[in-house]
C-alpha cells in the first residue's frame, strides 16, 4: 500500500491545480515544493488567463491575490526612436474580466493553500532528490534517504524539470527550447499608475512589444501595472543569445527601459525586485513523452507555453495541464490502474483540449519567430512608411505601394522575400 | 531523558526590510518570514542533546497564527512537538511580557530541565528574552553558548566571552542561549515535514493560561519608543566593483577554488 494516491513535484499553477482537482475527489495527496511559503518562488511576465482555473475555484475572482484586471492590451514595435502601438482597450475585457495581472509570489502561496484546503498535504521547503524506481516504474520520492510512495508521480516542476531528465523521461534542456526572461517590478503608487495609463482603481494594462532597436536579436518585451507596481522585462531565445555571444541580459532591459517610448511610463518609481526565468518556447517539438507506468508530466515541465513573439501564454495551459492530469489519476484510482495503458488518458485529454491544438496548430511558429527580419527590418519598414505618410515636409506623397517598395530597398530586402515572409507569417500566425 | 523546550521567534528576513524613506519606519511588506536564524542553531543544540542523552524537544513561539510554519519547519528538522502561544491579548508585547508570557507558558507545560533561547532576535536584537525566561522561572542560565554537554545532572556550556571562551557548569533546571553559527544545522526532511504537518502543533490561549491582562502583551510593556532615526548612508566607496567588475569576481572565485 503506498504512503499516498499521488504526489505533486512543484507547487506552481499546474502542481497546485493538479493537487486540487485530485484531493476535491477524494485522493491522498502529497504536494511537495522547494520553498516555503510554498510556489514562493516561482516567477512569469505576469499575465493570468482564469478560465481553467474556475473548473477548480470558481470563486478565483473573488479570493485569489489578483493584481489588475487587462481592461486594455497593446501589441507594438519599437524603433530606436518611434513606437508603433495597437492599443485594444474593450469593454468586452471589463464585462468578462477574466484575465488579470499577478505577481506570482502572492498567488502561487494562496493557490498552495487551496490545495491544502482541499485536503492535500502541502509541504513546502523540501527539494525532491529523485524519484523512486521500481521494475521499470516510478513508484514515489526520494528525499534525505527516505523514499515515500505514491501510486502515480506528478511531475510539475516547471521548466527546468530536473527530476524528469535524470530519470530520463526527456532529455536535457536544449538552448532552442528557451527563451530567458529577465523581469523588473518598479514600484509605483496606485494614483501615478491610474493617472497615467488612464486606469480606474481595479483596471489594468497589458502591453507586449517588439525589439526593433537591437541588433541582430529576436527580443520581445513586456509592461504590464500591478496595483502598485509595474512589471517590466523582455523576452530574448537562448540560441539567438547564444549565437550572438550575449552573456548579459540585464543590457537589454536596460535599453528596453530606457526606449524613450518606456522611460516616461516608469519615471518616478524604484526597483522593488528582479528576477530572470526561463520560458518554454520549443513548441509542439519540444513536449516530452508525456506519461508513463507511474507518472504524468505536467506545465512548464511538460514544455507548454506559447509565443508568437506578441502574444506569451504559460499560466492558463499549466492549469488546464494539471486539471486534466488530476482528472485522469482520479480515473486511474477508480479503476485501481496506474500503468501507462490507463494514464495514456491524460494525453487523449490534452489532444481534445486547446493545449496540444494550439501547440500543433502553431507548430511552425519558431520560424516566424526566429525570422530575424521580423525583429530587425520589420519594426524600422514600419516607421519609414508611417514617416513617409504621416510627415509633412514639403516632399511629394507616395503611394504606399511605392513607399514599399523604397523601404525595402533601404533595409536591402528584395521584394521576393519581403513578399514571402509576409505570406508566411500570413500562413503560420 | 530530558525534557527540552525551544523557545523561538518568526522574523521578517533582513534580506527584504527597507526603511522607508518618508516614515523612516522598517518596511517588512516585501519580506519573508522566517525562523529567527540562531533560534535554528538553538534547535540544532537541543536536536543534538536529545540523539546524545535522549528526550523529548518541545518548540515553543509567541505570535500570530501563520507562526505555525516556523514551528513546523523545525519539527521538520528534528524537534518533536510544537505550540503557538496565539491570543490578541499579548500582541505588541516588548520583552519583559513576552519573557513573562514564555515563562509561563513553560511552567504551564510542566515545566522543563532545560530551555535554549536563540542568543537574540535580529529584527530587535535584544537579547533580554531568554534570561527573561530564566529569571521569571528562577532557572539558571548561560548565556551566548555555542557548546552543550550534559554530566551527573549539570550542564557544562562553553560561552562566548569578550575575547575569550568561558566553560562553565550550571545545575538543571537551565535555561541557554545559544549565539549564531554555534553548530551547522541539520535540514529539514520530507519524511520528518510529513509528519510534523500530520500532527500539527498546539494552539495556547490566554483561556488557558489565564494572565493578568496588565502583565501582557502592550499594557505590559514598559517600553516606549519615543524616537527613531536613520543613519545616512555611508559615502559611496568609488573602488566598490560595479555589476561590469562580475566577470573578473567569478574568475577570481573559481581560481581560489571557492566555486567550481
Known amino acids: ?429 | 531523558m530530558l525534557k527540552i523546550a525551544v523557545m523561538i521567534k518568526q522574523v521578517p528576513d533582513s534580506q527584504d526590510i527597507s526603511i522607508d524613506p518618508v516614515t523612516k519606519t522598517l518596511n517588512r511588506s516585501m519580506a519573508r518570514n522566517v525562523v529567527n536564524p540562531p533560534d535554528v542553531n538553538a534547535t540544532e543544540a537541543a536536536i543534538e542533546l536529545k540523539s546524545k542523552y535522549g528526550g523529548e524537544i518541545t518548540v515553543i513561539t509567541m505570535g500570530p497564527p501563520m507562526a505555525d510554519s516556523a514551528l513546523l519547519e523545525l519539527m521538520g528538522r528534528g524537534a518533536d512537538n510544537g505550540v503557538l502561544v496565539t491570543d490578541r491579548v499579548f500582541a505588541g508585547a516588548d520583552t519583559w511580557p513576552t519573557a513573562f508570557t514564555l515563562a509561563s507558558v513553560a511552567d504551564y507545560l510542566g515545566g522543563f530541565d532545560v530551555i535554549f533561547c536563540g542568543e537574540e532576535t535580529t529584527d530587535s536584537s535584544t537579547g533580554h528574552v531568554g534570561p527573561g525566561i530564566a529569571e521569571f522561572l528562577g532557572y539558571e542560565q548561560a548565556t551566548y553558548v555555542h557548546k552543550t554537554e550534559y554530566q551527573d545532572e549539570h550542564f557544562i556550556v562553553e560561552r562566548d566571552i569578550e575575547g575569550a571562551e568561558e566553560t562553565i557548569k550550571i545545575g538543571k533546571p537551565a535555561v541557554i542561549t545559544i549565539t549564531l553559527n554555534a553548530n551547522e544545522p541539520r535540514n529539514p526532511t520530507l519524511k520528518k515535514k510529513i509528519a510534523a504537518y500530520k500532527k500539527g502543533v498546539r494552539l495556547v490561549t490566554n483561556k488557558e493560561l489565564q494572565l493578568d491582562p496588565a502583565c501582557i502583551g502592550l499594557k505590559g510593556s514598559p517600553t516606549i519608543v519615543k524616537d527613531m532615526k536613520t543613519v545616512p548612508d555611508p559615502v559611496k566607496n568609488p573602488s566598490k566593483p560595479g555589476i561590469e567588475e562580475l566577470d573578473k569576481i567569478v574568475s577570481v572565485l573559481i581560481e581560489k577554488g571557492v566555486v567550481k
Open chain 1, 1 to 429: 500500500m503506498p504512503d499516498y494516491d499521488a504526489i505533486v513535484v512543484g507547487a506552481g499553477n499546474a502542481g497546485s491545480a493538479a493537487a486540487i482537482t485530485m484531493a476535491n475527489n477524494g485522493l491522498s495527496v502529497l504536494l511537495v515544493d522547494r520553498s516555503d511559503p510554498p510556489g514562493a518562488k516561482n516567477l512569469s511576465g505576469g499575465v493570468l488567463w482564469g478560465n481553467d482555473l474556475a473548473q477548480i475555484l470558481p470563486k478565483w475572482q473573488s479570493e485569489a491575490p489578483l493584481e489588475r484586471f487587462i481592461q486594455d492590451k497593446k501589441i507594438g514595435f519599437l524603433t530606436d526612436k518611434s513606437s508603433i502601438i495597437i492599443d485594444f482597450k474593450t469593454k468586452i475585457f471589463e464585462e468578462n474580466k477574466v484575465g488579470y495581472t499577478v505577481l506570482r509570489s502572492k498567488f502561487d502561496p494562496w493557490l498552495a493553500k487551496k490545495a491544502r484546503e482541499a485536503g492535500a498535504t502541502v509541504i513546502p521547503g523540501i527539494t525532491v532528490e529523485s524519484l523512486a524506481k521500481k521494475d521499470g516504474k516510478i513508484i514515489g520520492v526520494e528525499e534525505s534517504g527516505d523514499v515515500i510512495t505514491s501510486n502515480v508521480v506528478i511531475l510539475a516542476e516547471g521548466i527546468n524539470p530536473r527530476l524528469a531528465i535524470e530519470a530520463g523521461l526527456r532529455g536535457p534542456l536544449q538552448d532552442w527550447e528557451v527563451s530567458v526572461g529577465v523581469k523588473e517590478i518598479i514600484k509605483l503608487s496606485p494614483q501615478k499608475i491610474e493617472d497615467r495609463f488612464n486606469l480606474s482603481s481595479t483596471s489594468g494594462l497589458a502591453s507586449e512589444y517588439i525589439m526593433g532597436n537591437l541588433q541582430e536579436l529576436n527580443v520581445g518585451a513586456f509592461f504590464y501595472t500591478n496595483k502598485d507596481s509595474i512589471s517590466l522585462g523582455i523576452v530574448a531565445p537562448m540560441e539567438n543569445l547564444r549565437e550572438n555571444g550575449i552573456t548579459h541580459t540585464y543590457d537589454i532591459i536596460e535599453q528596453f527601459k530606457e526606449h524613450p517610448s518606456i522611460a516616461p511610463l516608469i519615471d518616478g518609481g524604484t526597483v522593488a525586485e528582479y528576477g530572470a526565468h526561463m520560458i518554454p518556447e520549443g513548441g509542439m517539438e519540444m513536449v516530452p513523452k508525456l506519461y508513463g507506468d507511474g507518472y504524468m508530466i505536467v506545465g512548464d515541465a511538460a514544455g507548454f507555453g506559447f509565443s508568437n513573439g506578441l502574444v506569451l501564454q504559460g499560466m492558463n495551459y499549466a492549469f488546464l495541464s494539471g486539471i486534466l492530469a488530476g482528472e485522469t489519476a482520479v480515473n486511474a484510482k477508480g479503476r485501481n490502474d496506474f500503468t501507462s495503458e490507463a494514464l495514456a488518458l491524460y494525453r487523449q485529454k490534452l489532444e481534445e483540449s486547446y493545449v496540444l491544438k494550439d501547440l500543433k496548430t502553431f507548430k511552425d511558429i519558431r520560424k516566424v519567430t526566429n525570422n530575424k527580419s521580423m525583429y530587425t527590418t520589420y519594426p524600422k519598414m514600419l516607421e519609414s512608411i508611417l514617416l513617409e505618410m504621416l510627415w509633412e515636409r514639403g516632399q511629394p506623397k507616395k503611394k504606399v505601394r511605392d513607399i514599399l517598395g523604397s523601404c525595402a530597398a533601404d533595409l536591402k530586402m528584395s521584394k521576393l522575400k519581403t513578399a514571402t515572409d509576409f505570406y508566411y507569417i500570413y500562413r503560420r500566425m
